[in-house]
């Protein structure tokens, strides 16, 4: 059953709305995707309906169902009297006639096309002898897989109240290869779980095709439904049965001892089913279906959501009259409806209050049943936990009291000052140490206007000019303080966050020691400039000096010179 339908994990996006809508909770969160558990769903296809980002799928048998054509065998459609509210021609507004869809089938290969109505003529008939023979107190009809399986695996004790007679698609389908010898059959409808009768029962229908399946196959195959002016001669008051009161409205021998209830939809048939399993109810007869509206409301009817406009398409298509078809006997008509529960695994009230205490719920106030992880109490989740059904972060209360605690004790334990403004420049949040650096108490500024504290412009800058600005030092002199400022406008929740560190002390150490280091240059300055002055002195001094002993000593050398060339001999 798994594979009937399957999820695509890219598309999962931890919402948990599937897990909200299923009735029966058949769900796992696992690997932070929802995974479809088989041996508990009962496949009413709320899952698929509601998923807001199409994550589940459900199985295309379309290639089956060219196969059996390509066989070589005579393959014939039952299609589901619902077909009249899902495809609507656009010129007259009603729904298409079984013609139309007889001319498409058969350009499609099938050997021929019969409404499913045909089969229900049958089923309804084998209600009546029950009802006359009332041999069962409460009756309740079969039709719907759906809640055959939810009666199977979650109310056993309520199955000998069940009709033992096989559905409309299996007696049609029965009646078809009673009708042409080596018949393959196809059934095509609005349901997701009669693939899974189908497999579950066999010999019955050899292929199941939701609307969806046959619309894409007849799109691809370049196929439209037409309408001609052949008249639909069928009958059938048993068109009527994919609308609640369908089966009710169709059956005309009534036994006056016994009531006749109608109960659609997953929550309702719960209730009902309750009052069945508690002896509420005495002799009656309930017409069940999973889907609101019946079959009209299915997972894969097109117009699912328009209930009025379905009952009035199928109304027009309806007649008073029932189909001629065989009258087969009661055992070929029972089909077995056992038990599927699972053993049951008690969990005590120590596991399910520990699981409490891991998310925060130490105390019964504390469990608010809010719902949005998908279960209808924080018990049920723990429950689910202890299962390994979900997990303990699937809790947004607890999620949100987490990231609101990690959030605070960061705001709460910084040492950098934190102001949160919105657009209009009103402080929002000051934490401890702005207000320590501000030397003003939350209740002094919290809700007014940021320029009561603080420069504006770096906020209006952010905000009207998408400048985020980083680490810039500001000073604050009313304040006597220097601080690295960071301002960041975050455009998704239309909120400036500003972050300050007190740089004061250290600023004040790099402006000292930049002083120092000028006043260090200034005095160095001044020396290099007295040494010049006294070597350009010095050198002048020494210039003076040397030219007079140059003279000196030239005049002298000339009068050695001039001696010695007068005591030579000629």
């Known amino acids: 059953m798994s594979d009937y339908l399957n999820l695509k994990t890219a598309n999962c996006k931890n919402c948990y709305k599937c897990i909200r809508h299923c009735p029966v909770k058949s769900i796992r969160f696992e690997n932070n995707h929802a995974q479809i ?15 807001p980002q199409k994550a589940k799928e459900i199985r295309n048998d379309t290639g089956k169902a060219e196969s059996l054509i390509q066989s070589g065998a005579k393959v014939y459609a039952s299609i589901a009297p619902s077909f009249a509210a899902n495809y609507i021609n656009a010129r007259t507004g009603q729904g298409y006639s079984l013609s139309a869809f007889t001319r498409a089938l058969k350009k499609l290969g099938f050997a021929g096309a019969e409404e499913t109505a045909r089969g229900a003529a049958i089923v309804k008939r084998q209600y009546e002898r029950m009802v006359d023979a009332a041999r069962q107190d409460v009756i309740i009809s079969s039709c719907c897989h759906s809640i055959n399986q939810l009666i199977q695996k979650y109310y056993p004790e309520v199955l000998p109240a ?19 010898r080596g018949a393959r059959t196809v059934f095509i409808g609005p349901c997701i779980s009669k693939k899974a009768e189908a497999e579950t029962y066999g010999g019955f229908a050899d292929c199941v095709l939701t609307f969806d399946e046959l619309s894409d196959w007849l799109s691809r195959s370049n196929i439209r439904l037409e309408e001609t002016e052949e008249e639909d001669s069928c009958q059938g008051l048993t068109r009527f049965f994919p ?9 005309r021998k009534l036994n006056p001892d016994y009531s ?5 939809g997953i929550e309702n048939c719960v209730a009902a089913i309750g009052d069945v ?4 109810l005495k002799k009656c007869f309930i017409e ?12 894969v009817m097109e117009k699912r959501l328009m209930p009025v406009r379905n009952y009035i398409a199928i109304a027009q298509y309806a007649r008073e009259s029932d189909f001629d078809t065989e009258d087969y006997p009661e055992e070929a008509l029972s089909k077995d409806i056992s038990s599927l529960r699972k053993p049951y695994i008690h969990l005590g009230d120590s596991a399910i209050l520990e699981v409490l ?5 130490t105390k019964p106030e504390q469990e608010l049943n809010c719902g949005t992880c998908g279960y209808n109490t924080c018990r049920d989740k723990a429950r689910a936990v202890l299962e390994g059904k979900a997990n303990l972060f699937m809790c947004l209360p607890y999620l949100i009291e987490k990231a609101e605690s990690f959030s605070d004790n960061i705001i709460k334990n910084t040492p950098n000052g934190v102001i949160v403004l919105n657009e209009m420049m009103e402080v929002q949040q000051i934490n401890a140490a702005a207000c320590k650096m501000l030397n003003i108490t939350p209740s002094h500024i919290l809700g007014d206007q940021v320029v009561r504290i603080m420069d504006p412009d770096p906020f209006l800058e952010a905000v009207e000019e998408a400048k985020n600005t980083y680490n810039r030092i500001v000073y604050l002199p009313e304040y006597e303080k220097y601080v690295s400022q960071t301002v960041v406008y975050d455009k998704t929740y239309h909120i400036i966050i500003c972050i300050m560190r007190d740089v004061t002390e250290e600023t004040c150490r790099v402006k000292s020691k930049e002083d120092f280091t000028r006043q260090a240059i200034e005095i ?20 003076e000096t040397t030219a007079e002993t140059k003279i000196a000593l030239t005049r002298l050398k000339e009068s050695i010179l001039h001696e010695e060339r007068q005591q030579s001999p000629v």
Do not use: W
Not at 243 to 251: C, T
Not at 260 to 264: H, K, S
Not at 357 to 361: E, Q, V, Y
Not at 527 to 543: F, N, T, W
């Open 288 to 299: 069940m279906s999973a889907c609101t509206g019946s079959c009209s409301g299915g997972p």
């Open 277 to 280: 399993a508690g002896g509420k």
């Open 162 to 180: 069940v009709a033992k007679v096989i559905s409309p698609m299996q007696a049609h389908c029965m009646d078809i290869k009673r009708r042409f």
């Open 357 to 361: 205490r891991k998310i925060g719920k």
């Open 37 to 51: 558990i088989t041996e508990e769903c009962i496949l009413c296809g709320n899952c698929f309906v509601v998923c």
């Open 524 to 543: 160095t300055d001044k020396v290099i400039e007295k040494q010049m002055r006294s070597v350009q002195e010095i050198a002048s001094l020494l210039g």
């Open 260 to 264: 006749y209830i109608c109960v659609d």
């Open 243 to 251: 609308v609640a009161g369908g089966v009710l409205r169709s059956m």
